[in-house]
T-cell receptor, first 113, second 121 residues
Framework: RKEVEQDPGPFNVPEGATVAFNCTYS??????FFWYRQDCRKEPKLLMS???SGNEDGRFTAQLNRASQYISLLIRDSKLSDSATYLC??????????????FGKGTRLHILP | GAGVSQSPSNKVTEKGKDVELRCDPI?????LYWYRQSLGQGLEFLIY????????KSGLPSDRFSAERTGGSVSTLTIQRTQQEDSAVYLC???????????????????FGPGTRLTVL
């Protein structure tokens, strides 16, 4: 199993729709989870951290399912500006201060007018 | 405030030449990461620095690649005898502390520079 795995997409979704995608991770010891967003030919930027209890930021909701080892991102009322690649990010889970984070390959999302 | 900066923004070189890429992290950030990204592909981890030391060099693809960091600040990534397959965007990121454990820790967020687009002819 890959350390971090995402459906590459693309997800083609009409404007205003709700879209969700998941990301699975292999190490049950992982503790830190994030979603980053990368626009075409731009650098990645943090979208939101993912907390154990789940968290919401406006139209975006992130969930963590430890039992099944996946995190999810839900986007409600999608906008054209949401078109981007969404990167799932998980810490390696080595339990020391030099533990690093692993980026998934990303899920491409296209919002259609 | 100043973010992560990288130079040059674009580099075109001939196969076999050496190149040096520079990253200036955000002031005070102790952790620094190098990644590369080929067109339409995901991020490929290269190396991670904590201060001046590199606990993880596992991503360097060959011994033609090396990196150093001095004064806990600026880092340079050097590629010797460049090959065409080295063509990619090289991204640098920094964070306040190690971007590993401690869920939700604000130290975890990585801030990326704009990247250096390397083309090897």
């Amino acid at each position: 199993r890959k350390e971090v795995e995402q459906d590459p997409g693309p997800f083609n979704v009409p404007e205003g729709a709700t879209v969700a995608f998941n990301c699975t991770y292999s190490n049950s010891a992982s503790q830190s989870f994030f979603w980053y967003r990368q626009d075409c030919r731009k650098e990645p930027k943090l979208l939101m951290s993912v907390y154990s209890s789940g968290n919401e930021d406006g139209r975006f909701t992130a969930q963590l399912n430890r039992a099944s080892q996946y995190i999810s991102l839900l986007i409600r009322d999608s906008k054209l500006s949401d078109s981007a690649t969404y990167l799932c990010v998980v810490n390696k889970g080595e339990g020391n201060r030099d533990d690093k984070i692993i980026f998934g390959k990303g899920t491409r999302l296209h919002i259609l007018p | 405030g100043a973010g992560v900066s990288q130079s040059p923004s674009n580099k075109v070189t001939e196969k076999g030449k050496d190149v040096e890429l520079r990253c200036d992290p955000i002031s005070g950030h102790t952790a620094l990461y190098w990644y590369r990204q080929s067109l339409g592909q995901g991020l490929e981890f290269l190396i991670y620095f904590q201060g001046n030391s590199a606990p993880d060099k596992s991503g360097l693809p060959s011994d033609r690649f090396s990196a150093e960091r001095t004064g806990g600040s600026v880092s340079t990534l050097t590629i010797q005898r460049t090959q065409q397959e080295d063509s990619a965007v090289y991204l640098c990121a920094s964070s306040l502390g190690p971007s590993g454990h401690l869920a939700g820790n604000p130290y975890n967020e990585q801030f990326f520079g704009p990247g250096t687009r390397l083309t090897v002819l």
